[in-house]
């Protein structure tokens, strides 16, 4: 369970962000969960407040405490609900493609995921029984 936990959180990090030539430029900064569902079940707060993901120009950085998370990621602002695939290139999803889907509005983004990489979310929900992993984050504001 401690992994699969790990790889949603750095699943929802890493899909959160997007192409800096894209429209989603936006989405470039830093994040942290506020919320967090996995087949259905609420995240713990104390796991959330571990985590924090980076989106600079296609590439993402989430830590999950210590332990970072690394890749690529490619979005489509076309679609509706607008699509991110993310693309582990280093860390516990290093050769890892999830494919997900993304809603920014104002400093609030939300993302929803599918952890076992086989299909695109078609909705922002977590059901029991799959790997479906729904992130809601506010940006971090430098003090």
Known sequence: MKSILHICLTLAASLSVFA??????????????????LGGQAMDDAILKTISLKL???KYEVFVGEHPDRGTYTTDATTSPKSITVVGTEG???GKTFPAIY????DTLRICYDLSGAKRPTEFKSVAGTKLYLVTYKRKRDA
Do not use: R
Not at 20 to 32: M, R
């Open 56 to 58: 600079e120009s296609g």
């Open 103 to 106: 809603e920014l509005k104002d």
């Open 92 to 94: 516990p999803n290093q």
């Open 20 to 37: 800096a030539d894209s429209p989603a430029k936006p989405l470039e900064g830093k994040w942290l969960p506020v919320a967090a569902q």
